[in-house]
């Protein structure tokens, strides 16, 4: 499965950004997906994941209400619809994918993924 991630930019304190991960390969929608990111200095760290059919997803606290992924399965893509973006918000953003359980409350680990894309970069201004 190779992924390949676009649509990330500069915005603006507020702004809203929609990244999407296209996949390449019959055997997107066999796994779940998830979004990382890692800012400047720090570990990568779980924004967000849903499962195979996309009925479940999770994301971890400093994101809810603001970040949604969902996911395309005829497209073979998943998104990360961004709003009410802030300052540290900025990072690098990959899209993983890999044979997980997804259930409320999941915080994904990234050593659990098999397939990693090269990463877009979102930079939000204060």
């Known amino acids: 499965l190779h992924l390949v991630e676009s649509g990330g930019g500069l915005v603006q304190a507020g702004g809203s950004l929609r990244p999407p991960c296209a996949a390449s390969?019959?055997?997107?929608?066999?796994?779940?997906m998830a979004w990382f990111r890692q800012a400047p200095g720090k570990e990568r760290e779980f924004v967000a994941a849903?499962?195979?059919?996309?009925?479940?997803?999770s994301y971890t606290d400093s994101v809810k209400g603001r970040l949604t992924i969902s996911r395309d399965n005829a497209k073979n893509t998943v998104y990360l619809q961004m709003k009410s973006l802030k300052p540290e918000d900025t990072a690098v953003y990959y899209c993983?994918?890999?044979?997980?359980?997804?259930?409320?409350?999941?915080?994904?680990?990234?050593?659990?993924?098999?397939?990693w894309g090269q990463g877009t970069q979102v930079t939000v201004s204060s």
């Open positions: 993983a994918a890999g044979a997980i359980t997804v259930v409320a409350g999941y915080l994904g680990r990234d050593f659990e993924y098999d397939y």
């Open positions: 390969g019959r055997t997107f929608s066999s796994h779940a």
């Open positions: 849903i499962n195979r059919s996309g009925g479940s997803t």
